[in-house]
């Protein structure tokens, strides 16, 4: 693997992905200040157009802003990410459009989309994920890659462990066949923490991007700004079985049931977005992003 220096050396980087990429549900207010009024009305209304229209931050937005800050120099970003994407439409759509961007620094991070679905060939997506990488490497790109959540504590998705563990050892190979970089999302102890989480089990609040975004640094081999920031690791006692069943209904109807109902439709909560930086913007040194 490549080592990154003490001062990070990249002054474009380009974020490609999901949901998780684009920033949900990091939502700032009019001030530009994490709403998690803003966040909980999001997460239940997650097709409504006034939630397309929010201001998202996202764990990518806080690397571009860490990245400027440490090297004192102004850093390009954009960031293509559309919530929704599988990884095959993710690479199909984003990867030559990164490139033309020629960046230093590419974080391709996808595939929970698949893995959520009934039916996944973890193989198959590991090739076109291999398959995009190299194209990047070729094109002397560093690249930043991301292992899957452990959703061992979230009772309703603990059965895509297997998939998500395949997925993941999967990326190491890819990673130590090319010389990427690796986010460890999977060993982060933090994430355990339900206050991390939104309602729908499945997207991170602001608290938790901020998390994510000090594990890309050490993934990046730079050292955490926070360096208690995967220290918080909590013990719930277990709940009553009827309460727990009673919470997992309501998270089947009100985010299960309507995400599954969109798929057999056919409609991506991602249809006709477009990304919210498709172009560089600038970070600058002192770390303000400036659209």
């Given amino acids: 693997m490549t080592t990154a220096p003490i001062t990070p050396r990249w002054r474009r980087y380009v974020a490609l992905g999901d949901s998780f990429t684009e920033g949900l549900w990091d939502v700032l207010d009019s001030d530009g200040v994490p709403s998690s009024e803003l966040s909980m009305w999001a997460t239940t209304h997650p097709v409504d157009a006034e939630v397309t229209a929010l201001r998202l931050r996202g764990w990518a ?38 490139i033309e961007l020629r960046p230093d620094l590419v974080s391709l991070i996808g595939g929970g989309n698949d ?39 979230h009772s309703m998705l603990s059965t895509t462990r297997s998939r998500v563990a395949l997925f993941n050892a999967n990326i190491s190979s890819i990673a130590r066949r090319h010389g990427t970089y690796v986010l460890d999302l999977w060993g982060m102890r933090c994430l355990r923490d339900p206050a991390l989480w939104s309602e729908d089990r499945i997207h991170l609040l602001a608290a938790g991007h901020e998390r994510v975004a000090q594990a890309a640094l050490a993934g990046l081999g730079l050292v955490p700004d926070d ?48 990304p919210k ?15």
């Fill in 227 to 274: 360096p208690s920031w995967d220290d918080t690791e909590i013990t719930l006692p277990a709940l009553p079985v009827r309460e727990q069943l009673a919470l997992n209904a309501a998270w089947v109807r009100h985010h299960a049931y309507p995400w599954a109902t969109r798929r057999l439709r056919g409609t991506s909560s991602g249809r006709d977005l477009h």
């Fill in 115 to 153: 893995i959520l679905r009934a039916a996944v060939d973890i193989d198959a997506i590991s090739a076109q994920l291999e398959d995009a990488v190299v194209r990047l490497r070729t094109e002397g790109i560093d690249v930043l890659l991301a292992t899957g959540f452990d959703m061992k504590a």
């Fill in 61 to 98: 937005d806080l690397l571009a802003q860490h990245l400027a800050r440490r090297s004192g120099e102004p850093l390009g970003y954009a960031n293509l990410a559309i919530r929704g994407k599988l990884l095959g439409p993710i690479i199909e759509e984003q990867l030559e459009p990164a």
């Fill in 277 to 291: 930086f498709p172009e560089y913007v600038e970070v600058g040194a002192n770390g303000d992003l400036l659209p």
